[in-house]
């Protein structure tokens, strides 16, 4: 277990007499893609949330590289690697691709002063940005304003945003959520070439994207785990299918 870049062990969120999370424990390898699944209300955003800080678990630990990072402001957590989108983007409309990405970068680097001279006066962030965005097909949209994008695009952008932090744990509450189906695939071969050295955990409701881009699902029922397993195994349980993706559902 050593090896694992992210454990929870028995991890719990209940308010007052209603449990959102109870005893999850799981496991995300190095470089794992891994697809969070479930009915609406299973609890998989509250999840995603306990993880990066925004709730503190009522029971359990969250292990990042072997230290517990419970009690870990959300700021603290970004900056040892763990980054996150949701489902509606909180992104600066009135900024450029290339200016909302140089200021990440600066942050990331601690240099305050960078509010004193222009954002093309750093030079080094911004080679740094262009490799960022060129890595995520974005390089000719440098310099459209965040208002002015595609919701694909903005979606992408928080991901290059996440990046620019050197993120080694990428979580995706519903990127394709308010995506119009046909750029759906799009946006996930490009989460699929990521670097490996970053572990995705997302939580789709698309299931032909789950099974197409997932290497394991968990699947999430009243705010615990039902099963986990590849996307085979998943496909397979009846349970899944029972409580979930319906027995007439074709995978």
């Given at each position: 277990?050593?090896?694992?870049?992210?454990?929870?062990?028995?991890?719990?969120?209940?308010?007052?007499?209603?449990?959102?999370?109870?005893?999850?424990?799981?496991?995300?390898?190095?470089?794992?893609?891994h697809a969070l699944i479930g009915q609406n209300g299973a609890g998989k955003t509250?999840?995603?949330?306990?993880?990066?800080g925004v709730y503190e678990p009522s029971a359990g630990t969250i292990l990042l590289?072997?230290?517990?990072?419970?009690?870990?402001?959300?700021?603290?957590?970004?900056?040892?690697?763990?980054?996150?989108?949701?489902?509606?983007?909180?992104?600066?409309?009135?900024?450029?691709?290339?200016?909302?990405?140089?200021?990440?970068?600066?942050?990331?680097?601690?240099?305050?002063?960078?509010?004193?001279?222009?954002?093309?006066?750093?030079?080094?962030?911004?080679?740094?940005?262009?490799?960022?965005?060129?890595?995520?097909?974005?390089?000719?949209?440098?310099?459209?304003?965040?208002?002015?994008?595609?919701?694909?695009?903005?979606?992408?952008?928080?991901?290059?945003?996440?990046?620019?932090?050197?993120?080694?744990?990428?979580?995706?509450?519903?990127?394709?959520?308010?995506?119009?189906?046909?750029?759906?695939?799009?946006?996930?071969?490009?989460?699929?070439?990521?670097?490996?050295?970053?572990?995705?955990?997302?939580?789709?409701?698309?299931?032909?994207?789950?099974?197409?881009?997932?290497?394991?699902?968990?699947?999430?029922?009243?705010?615990?785990?039902?099963?986990?397993?590849?996307?085979?195994?998943?496909?397979?349980?009846?349970?899944?299918?029972?409580?979930?993706?319906?027995?007439?559902?074709?995978?």
């Amino acid at each position: 277990m050593s090896d694992m870049t992210l454990r929870t062990e028995g991890v719990g969120k209940s308010l007052g007499a209603f449990h959102a999370n109870s005893d999850i424990s799981l496991s995300f390898a190095p470089g794992a893609r891994h697809a969070l699944i479930g009915q609406n209300g299973a609890g998989k955003t509250t999840f995603i949330n306990l993880l990066t800080g925004v709730y503190e678990p009522s029971a359990g630990t969250i292990l990042l590289g072997g230290e517990n990072i419970i009690g870990l402001a959300q700021h603290q957590r970004v900056k040892r690697g763990i980054s996150r989108t949701f489902q509606i983007n909180t992104l600066f409309p009135g900024l450029t691709m290339l200016e909302s990405v140089v200021l990440a970068i600066c942050e990331r680097k601690c240099r305050g002063t960078v509010l004193s001279c222009t954002v093309f006066q750093c030079r080094e962030e911004i080679e740094e940005d262009m490799g960022l965005l060129a890595s995520l097909r974005l390089e000719k949209e440098a310099d459209a304003l965040t208002r002015n994008l595609a919701y694909g695009k903005q979606r992408l952008l928080e991901i290059v945003l996440a990046m620019a932090t050197k993120t080694r744990i990428l979580l995706l509450d519903e990127p394709a959520a308010g995506i119009p189906a046909g750029e759906s695939s799009e946006l996930f071969e490009v989460i699929a070439q990521l670097p490996r050295d970053v572990t995705i955990l997302f939580i789709e409701h698309d299931m032909n994207l789950v099974f197409r881009f997932a290497e394991r699902i968990t699947v999430l029922v009243a705010g615990k785990v039902l099963t986990e397993g590849t996307p085979a195994e998943i496909a397979a349980d009846p349970r899944v299918k029972e409580v979930y993706l319906g027995e007439a559902e074709h995978i």
